[in-house]
C-alpha cells in the first residue's frame, strides 16, 4: 500500500515555467524580476504595504528583531509551544526568550500568562500562530501597548490565517513567514517579513543586503547580514501564489474530511477548535489523544508509521529542551503537549487517504 507521508508540497503550476525563465535569462542570483514580483504579491495577499524576501523563515526573524533593535541583555515573551526557530532567532541577538504557557485548545501563547513575565528588561512578544491557529492578537496587542513594547507574528505556519477577517502579516508590528519545504507555500527554503510601517520595512532592506545603503552602492553604515532570496527561490514562490487560494480551500476541505472520518473514535481524541472570530488554515491537522502518556501517544505513532502513514509528534515545549531548560512547569504545555499528533496534511490526499489514516489511527489505539 502506497505510504502516506505528513507532507509534501504542491508544484503542478507555473512553478517550472518561472524557474526555467531564471535559467534562460542567466538571473539566478538575488537580482532579477520575480524577487520584488513575489514579494508584492506576497504583500497584496497579506494586506500589507511592505513585504522583505529572505532566504528562510529563521533568518526573517532574525532580520526582523535586528530591525527593531533587540540588544544582548533585553527580553522578548514566547510561547513554551512552538518550533525551536521562535527562541533561537532571540537568542541569536544574545537576548533571552522568556517563556509563556499555552492555551489547551490551539497551543498558542496564553494572553492572560503574559504579563506575569514582563519585566523592565522585556522588548516585545512573538506570538505564533501554531499549526495555522492565529493567537488572539487584539489582546496581545492591547497588552504589549500597554507595556510600550513591539509584537512580532511569527506566521511561519499560518499564511492566510484571519482575526476578525484581517489576514495575519498586518497584525502586529512586524510579521515574519516561512517558504521552507512543508510549509502552505514553499519556496523550497525561504521566508518573508511584512509590516505597514515603511522605516521599519528600509532598516529591513538595509540589514538583509549585508547593510549596503540602499541609496548608496558598497557604502556600508551599518553590519547587515546576507539574508537575500534568489530569483529562483522567488519564482517558485510567485507561481505558488498563483495556487494560494486554491491551497487554503483544498486544505479546509481535508479537515471537513478529517473531522467527519475521525468522529467514530468519539471522545478519546480531541479535535482542532474554531475560536470566535478566528479563521484557521490548516498547515498541520493536529489532534490529542484525551488521556494517552507520551509513551502511548509515540506508541500510536510508531504502530501507524509500521502502516505506512507518517506523523509529527506536537512540538515539544521549549523548557524541557537543552538550550532553554527550565524547572519551572508550564502545566498546559506539559499536559498536552505529549499527547498531541500531526496527521498527513497536503493537497494531495483524498478521502480514502484520510479514511486510511482514520482507520489506522484506530487500530493503532485499540
Ligand atoms: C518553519 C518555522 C520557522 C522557521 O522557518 P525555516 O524556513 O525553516 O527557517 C519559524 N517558526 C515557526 C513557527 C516555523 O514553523
Redesign the pocket.
Known amino acids: 500500500m502506497k505510504r502516506i507521508s505528513v507532507a509534501q508540497p504542491r508544484l503542478g503550476g507555473n512553478e517550472k515555467k518561472y524557474v526555467l525563465d531564471c535559467l534562460d535569462t542567466n538571473w539566478i542570483s538575488s537580482n532579477g524580476k520575480y524577487i520584488g514580483a513575489f514579494e508584492e504579491s506576497f504583500a497584496e495577499f497579506c494586506g500589507v504595504k511592505h513585504a522583505i524576501a529572505t532566504n ?6 532574525h532580520l526582523a528583531l535586528v530591525a527593531l533593535g533587540l540588544q544582548p541583555g533585553d527580553e522578548v515573551i514566547v510561547p513554551t509551544v ?2 525551536i ?2 527562541a533561537n ?1 532571540v537568542r541569536y541577538c544574545g537576548a533571552t526568550p522568556v517563556l509563556v504557557d499555552v492555551c489547551a485548545d490551539t497551543m498558542n501563547i496564553d494572553p492572560a500568562a503574559i504579563e506575569a513575565k514582563i519585566t523592565p528588561r522585556t522588548r516585545g512578544i512573538i506570538p ?3 499549526y495555522g491557529h492565529p493567537a488572539q492578537m487584539d489582546v496581545i496587542n492591547e497588552i504589549a501597548q500597554r507595556h510600550g513594547l513591539w509584537v512580532v507574528e ?1 506566521a ?2 499560518a499564511h492566510g490565517a484571519e482575526v476578525q477577517g484581517r489576514r495575519v502579516g498586518g497584525l502586529g508590528t512586524c510579521a ?1 513567514f ?3 519545504g ?2 502552505i507555500v514553499t519556496t523550497g ?3 518573508m517579513v511584512t509590516t505597514n510601517d515603511a522605516e521599519l520595512a528600509r532598516t529591513l532592506r538595509l540589514y538583509r543586503g549585508q547593510g549596503m545603503d540602499l541609496q548608496r552602492r558598497y557604502w556600508f553604515p551599518v553590519v547587515g547580514y546576507n539574508y537575500r532570496m534568489t530569483n529562483i527561490q522567488a519564482a517558485i514562490g510567485l507561481a505558488q501564489m498563483e495556487g494560494i487560494d486554491t491551497a487554503l480551500a483544498e486544505r479546509e476541505r481535508l479537515a471537513g474530511w478529517y473531522a467527519d472520518a475521525l468522529s467514530a473514535l468519539g471522545d478519546r481524541i480531541v479535535l482542532p477548535v474554531r475560536r470566535d472570530g478566528a479563521k484557521e488554515v490548516y ?1 498541520m491537522y493536529n489532534i490529542f489523544l484525551r488521556d494517552a502518556t507520551e509513551e502511548q501517544r509515540d506508541a500510536v505513532m510508531r504502530r501507524m508509521d509500521e502502516m505506512g502513514i507518517e506523523t509529527r509528534p506536537v512540538f515539544y515545549p521549549m523548557h524541557v529542551m537543552p538550550p532553554y531548560r527550565e524547572s519551572a512547569t508550564y502545566p498546559v504545555a506539559d499536559l498536552w503537549s505529549p499527547r498531541g499528533i500531526n496527521l498527513p496534511t497536503h493537497q494531495d490526499l483524498t478521502r480514502e487517504d484520510v479514511q486510511r489514516v482514520a482507520e489506522s489511527l484506530a487500530a493503532a489505539m485499540a
Do not use: I, P, Q
Open positions: 528562510n523563515g529563521t533568518t526573517a526573524l512552538t518550533y526557530a521562535t532567532a505564533v500562530h501554531l511569527d511561519a505556519e515574519t516561512s517558504f521552507f512543508n510549509k527554503e525561504g521566508g498547515w
